[in-house]
């Protein structure tokens, strides 16, 4: 196949793109850099089947030949980056998202949203399936992401229903892995960075508050089972596995072999007090479960951290 992936040297978009060349398929990366870093795909240069080109995808997209699948991963992702960048976040989910689509109905490809466990907001029901509406604050400081890609799967759908174009929805639950930000904000780039340095370990709120984390092999290979489907209504990928994040932050003390003390600060506004994803038709559907235990996921994460830490 030849892809088109969009936000191709963020973290996910590295990764799906290095997983799409080593199957074969070429692959065409976008991104404006915004949040994406070079860094993350300097491999990929030395491949005959990777092109890239920064570009901001809010405008009008353009890329000569056949394509066969459009995946739109372009988006900042973490409450730091959209808290930073809130209209950029939002025109990407909604503008970017607009051009992609009527890009990928124009050559006739498989259109694939990366949206997000955030579409459930602070949810009411746990574990979330992919039936549930969620309670999301549309004038909150994360309104910008959780309706940015609220509005983006809306878009997608309506494209699917009125033009007949094949799309894939992935709601992306917690991933982490090598190639993450080292100040990504979110929990497992904050305590292993500050797990490493000896730093105090700063946990938010009781600690009580759960997350279910997916390791990113396993994140992406759901994602190429989901994109080479026909499920044209969203799906959940992510780690059933349920953990607090005092948890979270312990283990993490404990496997880096720190001697940081744990914090507590202020919950930030609108933060979820639960994340588990509800994985039944993934399983049964594309024959999908995660494989990497979390142990096994956070050393193999905490060691590109500590090579890579300054």
Not at 74 to 91: E, F, G, H, Q, R
Not at 114 to 126: K, M, R
Not at 257 to 282: E, H
Request: proline share 6%.
């Amino acid at each position: 196949m030849r892809i088109v992936i969009t936000g191709a040297a963020g973290f996910l978009g590295s990764h799906l793109s290095r997983y799409f060349i080593d199957k074969g398929h070429f692959v065409i990366g976008i991104d404006n850099l915004i949040t994406g870093n070079m860094k993350n795909i300097e491999d990929l240069f030395k491949s005959a089947k990777f092109e890239f080109n920064k570009y901001d995808v809010t405008n009008y997209i353009y890329v000569s030949g056949k394509i066969d699948a459009v995946l739109h991963f372009a988006s900042p992702a973490s409450p730091v980056d959209y808290l930073k960048y809130p209209i950029p976040t939002l025109k990407v989910g909604a503008l970017g998202t607009h051009k992609a689509l009527g890009f990928a109905k124009e050559k006739k490809a498989i259109f694939m949203l990366a949206s997000t466990s955030e579409v459930y907001g602070d949810p009411l029901i746990n574990p979330q399936n992919e039936g549930y509406w969620g309670n999301v604050n549309p004038v909150g400081p994360r309104g910008v992401y959780d309706e940015a890609k609220r509005f983006a799967e809306a878009m997608t759908m309506a494209y699917h229903r009125y033009h007949k174009m094949p799309v894939r929805i992935v709601r992306i639950f917690n991933t982490y892995g090598p190639y993450m930000r080292l100040n990504d904000g979110r929990a497992v780039p904050n305590f292993m960075s500050q797990a490493l340095k000896n730093k105090p370990i700063t946990v938010y709120g009781s600690g009580k508050q759960t997350r279910s984390l997916c390791y990113v092999s396993d994140l992406i290979s759901g994602i190429y089972k989901l994109l080479l489907s026909d499920i044209n209504y969203p799906v959940n990928i992510g780690n059933p596995y349920e953990i607090t994040l005092l948890e979270l932050a312990q283990r993490i003390k404990k496997i880096a072999r720190s001697k940081s003390k744990i914090v507590f600060k202020p919950l930030p506004i609108d933060d979820p007090k639960m994340r588990r994803p509800d994985i039944k038709i993934a399983k049964t559907q594309l024959k999908w479960e995660p494989k990497i235990g979390l142990d096994e996921g956070l050393k193999n994460t905490l060691k590109y951290f500590r090579d890579n830490l300054t």
